[in-house]
Every structure is written in structure tokens, then in C-alpha cells.
């Protein structure tokens, strides 16, 4: 059933009919709805790992404890300022509501000028999100030569649990990139299913504020 | 157009019963799974009442085989396991499904005029995400020092490997972890489906209030249950990779247990509401369907439900008086636990407002329902008694809070349930239940399961503590005996008597009478469409021009002969073309 046409009408019977305006942007909007409720809901279950830290923090005598090692800055903050790009460079591939990505060559189809604008900009936030996990590995590294394991207190515990936590989300954006980038060169995304890669990036900006707080929490308070 | 195309109906076995994303399918799925488990739960709270009438005497019948290292004998250690599975299962692997996945995947999409969920992919990935949730339930019975112990509540430090080693426990807060993911799938389809697919006129405020119980549910279950998940997942790190965020005295840091407890109650107070919420949307609209009169006050009982359900995430400090909380604290939590029973009043006064002065028709449903009002009712009121801080310190941990979560959880989840059940088996099978038998299993099971919970309160109320493996090694609990002995036989006839009800669930979903397209008489959208519904439940969607409870409308009876109107259809006159009108100075 085709879906192009932007205005349509039905019959309701006895005459009366009602006309909704677009049906694909309605469609794209339940989507991103549902996507929203999603990550709603992934919001609450990192809330509670703040809450948790706030819960022991407060009732901790000293903090950090006195007896471990102190955290790095300097490399997470390059490692935030890293997955901060890659939130701008997906987003610059998606294009934006004022500046959407339609230009068309001439004798271009939309697919293949979807596949031109939005490829490299996939693929260089699947870079810049390899890197932050590279990163983080290089993190973990040193602060567990340092002394300081998952088995060092509650301090530890936080620190690898909920850097963990998070790291995994990472991995999964970047299989869910990786599909976008295959789809993107087959030239999958139609009309109908390119809000999916929207909906992929709308997850990719929540693992990155995250990211952002943790960092804050974590390293800096 | 489109929005809601009308695909093609599967065929072939698999994509009909298996992987389907039909939602009423997937709902019928809901129902098997949830009635398994619910049956599993049931023999459970049986050996618990065994263990309470007649201590240390082989289980008759089944004892032996489940037993065999005791010879049918319930040991301390297996009793342990088995009321902390028997919670478990009953809230989270049957009731959930039962109520939410069940009742919420048929009925929201046919009571809103809609083709399908929102996402049906998403819809069958949730069921069968629940179907693995529940292999990991049974996998941990199977395991070596047998499945979880550490009570529903899964406390730390009980939780963690000092008091539970094994991966007994382990593999059950995965269960709990895995059966969170499947709830928050169906429920972010729940609340995107009423958002954006009701169907042309079906404003908020015409809604059935079955539907905004379940979409309620639905938004609490997308904001909450990813809570447990979180305290679920730092239990597991503690158990697999030895962090220490709920045991306390570890260098670099204490890990506190009462955390778990905060965790734990911030999820499970709404939790409760949660399997309420349904229950109170079935119930105020078979109250109006079966006394043939409007639902009284409809707004008020919508505002009330959703004042309900924000309260419900700022209460939950009373499941912890007695940890050591700040008085303070415990006096702003008790001032907000009393609130709720302001809007829950309302509810109450509704229901009763509606039944008055309606022409009662006491079939299968309605009686489910007036039981759901009775037990609900009586577990309200006790608690207040929990919620004030002064009664709570001696109430806490006995069985007057078991006795209370039961009536509430269990009784009034558990009628509501087989009400709607009773009301929308001819919807959802294409088939009649045996009235006769639908009333013979409501009164054993109103009045036994308010004996049961009633006697609970009893016991609680004399000191009897909860959890007790042997109650009577205490001598100033050896007086109980006979209350306890006279609960668990009206238990066991409460077993009994749902006897009834598989026979007659069996015989009427294989051979039952053909049901006709409204076999109740009333107005809301489901009952427009065909018994069972087609795959695309409606050829035209339908337009909605009133709300769901048109009874005892003067203008129906006179213009149709007939006490109720359906939610799309047009009175004869207002059908007729206007006249214009003559307009002054024309």
C-alpha cells in the first residue's frame, strides 16, 4: 500500500470521512515515541546507579576513601570530549529538521544520495566510538595496575560496575552503527524506514549523556 | 491508508501460534503461561500452609516425589525455597502475565479501535523474552543447593553469596532481571499504543477505564521496573564477581544492605500498584456493564487512578520503618501513604455509587468483580494499620503484613483476574464458559480465599511472625495452631475449588458453546467485531461518539428499545439530515 501521498482521505461510511495529514510523519512519530518511552526507561535504570552512589557516598565517613588510589582525569576527559564527537558527527549525518540531508543529484536516486551524505559520517562515529572504548580500556588498564579492582570497596565496585555497565551499552550502539552502515550501502533506507537510523542515533545521544554524567560523578565530584 | 494497514492473516502453524505478532495471540499466549505458573504458585502456597497445619509430616500425595531426601518431609531449607519461589512466581511469572501481558495485549488495542500494537515485532519478542525468563525459574530448581531462599524481597545480605551460595538464587535474579526486560517492552508498546493509535473520537475521556488501568500500569511498569532491574544487576556483580555494594565492613568503602532495600521498595511500591491497576480498571467498568448503569462519575475515578499511580512513586519509605530511617523522614512518608487512601476512597465510593439503584445482573464477571470490591476493600483498610508508623512497629514482619499484601496483591489481583477472564473468554476463544461452573468456582473462592487471608490477619495479629519455618517452637505462638490448622484447610479447599475452573476453562476453550458477537450487551469497541476478533480485529476502524458506559440511556430505550448504546453508533434521529435552521434578519 503505498504511503507516499502526503494528504489523504477515507470513508468512514454515511458519507463522513476524515482527512489526516501525513500519514508517514505520524508513523515516524510513534516511532520515535516509542523510542522515547524506551530510553525513558533505560534513564530510571541509570538513575538508580546514581542513586545508589548518592546512597553510599553520603553515608561513606570520607570520599574518595582513604585508603585507595586516585582516578585519572586528564585521559577520561579526552575519552568524553572523544564520544561528545562522535554524537556530532552522527548527528551531522542524519541532518537536522532546518538543514534535512535531501540533496539529490542530478540522476541520483534518494537511496544513493542517502548512501553518499550519510555513510562516512556512520562510519565516522563508529570510529570515534572504537576509540572510546579503546580508551576506556587504556583507563581501566591503569587505574587497575594502580590497585584499585572492582574488589576494592564500594569505590571500586562503582567504578568498574558502572564503567562497565556503561561500555556495554557502547559496544551495543556500535553493532547497531555497524548495521546502519551495512544497510546504508545496500541502499536499505527508504522513505518508510529511514527514521530507524533517527531512532539509532536518539540512543547513541543517550549513551553519550551518560557517559557525560558518569564522567562528571565518577571523576570530577 | 497506511497508518494501520490491514496485512494479510499468517498461515501456516508457525507464524499463527508460535512467532506471532498478533497481539491476540501473543495475549492468548500470555494467559497459558500465566495460568501454568499460577497453578505452580498455588501448589507452592499449599506446602507453605502444609508446613503450618501439620509440621513435619510428609506432604500426602506429591511429598515423596519432590521430596525424596526427606521422604516427603518440608526441611527448613526447602521450606526457605519454597515461599520465596511462591512469591516470585505468583507476582512476577504469573499475575504480570496473567494481568498485564494477558489482559493488556487483548484489550487496549480492541478497546481503543486499533488493528495491532503499535510495534507487534517488539510485541512477540516480549513473550517469548518472558517464555525464557521463566525456563531460567525452572532451571534453578534443578541446580545444586536448589533454586532462591532469601525470600521475595531477595534482601542482602540473604541475597548475597553469604547467605545463599549457589546458583540457585543466581539464576532467579537473572529470571527477574530477563522477565523486567520483557515487561518494559510490552509496556512501552502499551503506552505508545493508547498515545497514538486510538481510533478517530476515542478521546482520553472516552477511554474504557480498563484501558487507563492498564496504560497507568503500563507507564509505572516503563518508570519502575528498570529499578529492580538496576538493584538486580548489583546483586549479580556481587554474587558473580565479588563487588560488595550490599555488604557491608569491606575496606575502600562500606557497602550498605539496607541500599538493597531502598532499591528494592522505591520498584516495589509501585510494583504493587502494578498489579492492582488492572484489577481496579476491570473492575469499575464490569461494575457499570453489570448493573446497567453509567459508571459513576468517570472522571473522578480516572483522576483518582492517576493520582494513584504518581503517589505510588513517593511512598515507598514504608516498607522501612524500622530500618533506623530518620522519624522525620518516616512522618513524611507516612502523611504520603495516607494520602493515597484519599483518591483510593473515591474509587471505592464509584464503585459503590455505580452498583446503587443499577439493575444488578449477578452473571460469572460481575460476581468476580463485587468479590475483587469485598477483598479489596478489606485489604485496604488494613493498610492503614501498616502505613501509620506507631501500629506498624509491632505489625511489621508478621503475618498481618502477609495477611494484608494478600488480600490486596493476591485476592483482589486474583478475582479481578478470573473477571476478566469470564468477561472476555468469548472474545478472545470464539467460545462460551459454563456459567453454572463460572459461579460454582466464584463462591468457594471468594469465601475461602477471604478465610485464608482473613486468618492470616488473625495470626499476625497475635504475634504470629511471617516466614516461620516451625511457629510452634514458640510457646506464645502454640496457642495459634488451630487458626493456623483451620487457614490451611480453607486454603487447601481453595485449591480445590480452581479445580472447577481448569475443567471448565479445558472443556469450553475445546468444545465450549459458540459465543455470539456481544453475548454481554454492552457498548464498548471489542464486542463490535466478531467473536473471536478477525486478524485485523476491524474491517473499517471504527468512529467513537461517546463514551464507554451509554446504560440506562431514556433517549436508547426509547428510539432503539434497548438499555445501553455502543460507542459508535448513531441514534436514529441524529442520523436524520438536519433542517437548516431559520436564521433571525435573514
Known amino acids: ?221 | 491508508m497506511d497508518l494501520q494497514p490491514i496485512h494479510p492473516a499468517p498461515t501456516g502453524f508457525f507464524r499463527n501460534y508460535i512467532w506471532s505478532t498478533d497481539h491476540k495471540v501473543i495475549a492468548k499466549q500470555f494467559v497459558w503461561a500465566g495460568l501454568l505458573f499460577l497453578l505452580f504458585g498455588g501448589i507452592l502456597a499449599m506446602a507453605i500452609r502444609w508446613q503450618w497445619a501439620y509440621p513435619y509430616e510428609p506432604i500426602p500425595l506429591i511429598g515423596k516425589a519432590v521430596l525424596p531426601r526427606s521422604g516427603g518431609v518440608i526441611t527448613p531449607a526447602s521450606y526457605q525455597s519454597i515461599f520465596t519461589m511462591h512469591g516470585l512466581i505468583m507476582i512476577f511469572f504469573a499475575i504480570t502475565p496473567l494481568m498485564i501481558g494477558a489482559f493488556g495485549n487483548f484489550c487496549i488495542p480492541l478497546m481503543i479501535g486499533a488493528r495491532d500494537m503499535a510495534f507487534p515485532l517488539l510485541n512477540a519478542l516480549s513473550f517469548w523474552t518472558f517464555v525464557s525468563s521463566q525456563c531460567l525459574v525452572i532451571a534453578s530448581f534443578f541446580v545444586q543447593l536448589g533454586t532462591a531462599a532469601a525470600g521475595w524481597t531477595t534482601y542482602a545480605p540473604l541475597s548475597t553469596n553469604v547467605g545463599t551460595p549457589g546458583w540457585g538464587q543466581t539464576l532467579v535474579v537473572m529470571a527477574i532481571f530477563v522477565t523486567g526486560v520483557a515487561t518494559i517492552m510490552g509496556s512501552v508498546n502499551y503506552v505508545t499504543t493508547v498515545i497514538r493509535l486510538r481510533a478517530p473520537g476515542m478521546t482520553y475521556m472516552r477511554m474504557p477505564l480498563t484501558v487507563w488501568g492498564l496504560w497507568l500500569t503500563a507507564i509505572l511498569n516503563v518508570l519502575f521496573v528498570p529499578v529492580l532491574g538496576s538493584a538486580g544487576l548489583l546483586l549479580l556483580m556481587d554474587r558473580m564477581f565479588g563487588t560488595q555494594f550490599f555488604i557491608t565492613g569491606a575496606a575502600g568503602g562500606k557497602g550498605d544492605p539496607v541500599l538493597f532495600q531502598h532499591l528494592f521498595w522505591i520498584f516495589g511500591h509501585p510494583e504493587v500498584y502494578i498489579l492492582i491497576l488492572p484489577a481496579w480498571g476491570f473492575v469499575s467498568d464490569l461494575v457499570s456493564f453489570f448493573a446497567r448503569k453509567p459508571a459513576y462519575w468517570y472522571k473522578g475515578s480516572v483522576l483518582a487512578m492517576t493520582a494513584v499511580t504518581v503517589l505510588s512513586a513517593v511512598v515507598y519509605g514504608h516498607h522501612m520503618f524500622v530500618t533506623g530511617m530518620n522519624p522525620l523522614l518516616g512522618q513524611g512518608f507516612m502523611l504520603l501513604t495516607l494520602i493515597i487512601s484519599v483518591p483510593a476512597e473515591i474509587l471505592f465510593l464509584n464503585w459503590l455509587h455505580t452498583i446503587w439503584k443499577g439493575s444488578i445482573r449477578l452473571t460469572s464477571p460481575m460476581l468476580f468483580a463485587l468479590g475483587t470490591v469485598f477483598v479489596f476493600g478489606l485489604g485496604g483498610l488494613t493498610g492503614i494499620f501498616l502505613g501509620t508508623i506507631s501500629t506498624d512497629l509491632y505489625l511489621h514482619d508478621t503475618m498481618f503484613v502477609v495477611g494484608h499484601f494478600h488480600f490486596t496483591m493476591a485476592a483482589a489481583a486474583f478475582l479481578g483476574s478470573f473477571g476478566a477472564l469470564y468477561f472476555w473468554f468469548p472474545k478472545m476463544f470464539g467460545r462460551q464458559m459454563n456459567e453454572t461452573l463460572a459461579k460454582a468456582h466464584f463462591w468457594p473462592s471468594l469465601i475461602f480465599i477471604t478465610l485464608v487471608f482473613g486468618g492470616q490477619l488473625v495470626a499476625g495479629y497475635a504475634g504470629h511472625q511471617r516466614r516461620l519455618f516451625d511457629p510452634y517452637q514458640y510457646t506464645f505462638l502454640q496457642h495459634l495452631h488451630p487458626l493456623n490448622k483451620f487457614t490451611s484447610i480453607s486454603a487447601f479447599i481453595l485449591g480445590l475449588s480452581q479445580l472447577i475452573f481448569i475443567y471448565n476453562f479445558f472443556s469450553s476453550v475445546f468444545a465450549g458453546k459458540k459465543a455470539e458477537q456481544n453475548p454481554w450487551k454492552v457498548g464498548t469497541l471489542e464486542w463490535e467485531t466478531t467473536s473471536p476478533p478477525p486478524h485485523h480485529n476491524y474491517d473499517v476502524i471504527p468512529t467513537v461518539r461517546r463514551g464507554p458506559h451509554e446504560y440506562a440511556n431514556p433517549e436508547a430505550i426509547k428510539l432503539l428499545g434497548r438499555d445501553w448504546l455502543t460507542q459508535t453508533e448513531e441514534l436514529p434521529e441524529a442520523a436524520a439530515p438536519k433542517q437548516a435552521l431559520p436564521v433571525a434578519g435573514a
Open chain 1, 1 to 221: 500500500m503505498t504511503v507516499s501521498a502526503h494528504v489523504s482521505s477515507r470513508s468512514l461510511g454515511q458519507g463522513a470521512s476524515v482527512i489526516e495529514l501525513k500519514p508517514r510523519a505520524r508513523q515516524d512519530f510513534t516511532s520515535s515515541l516509542g523510542m522515547m518511552v524506551f530510553l525513558a526507561s533505560w534513564a530510571m535504570m541509570f538513575s538508580t546507579l546514581f542513586f545508589a552512589y548518592a546512597f553510599l557516598r553520603a553515608r561513606a565517613v570520607s570520599w574518595p576513601p582513604p585508603d585507595v588510589p586516585a582516578l585519572p582525569v586528564a585521559l577520561p576527559a579526552l575519552n568524553t570530549l572523544v564520544l561528545l564527537a562522535s554524537s556530532f558527527t552522527f548527528q551531522r549525518g542524519i541532518g537536522s529538521r532546518r538543514r534535512p540531508l535531501r540533496r539529490v543529484l542530478p540522476g541520483e536516486g534518494l537511496a544513493r544520495s542517502r548512501r553518499r551524505q550519510l555513510a562516512p559520517w556512520v562510519l565516522a562515529t563508529f570510529a570515534l566510538g572504537f576509540l572510546f572504548l579503546g580508551l576506556q580500556l587504556v583507563v581501566w588498564r591503569g587505574v587497575w595496575a594502580s590497585g584499585l579492582t572492582h574488589q576494592t570497596g564500594i569505590y571500586g565496585g562503582i567504578f568498574y560496575g558502572f564503567t562497565v555497565l556503561h561500555a556495554l551499552h557502547v559496544v551495543a550502539g556500535l553493532l547497531v552503527l555497524l548495521w546502519v552502515f551495512v544497510r546504508t550501502l545496500r541502499l536499505d533506507y527508504t522513505e518508510h524506514n529511514v527514521v530507524n537510523v533517527r531512532l539509532c542515533a536518539m540512543f547513541w545521544h543517550f549513551v553519550d549523556v551518560v557517559w557525560v554524567l558518569m564522567f562528571v560523578t565518577l571523576y570530577l565530584l
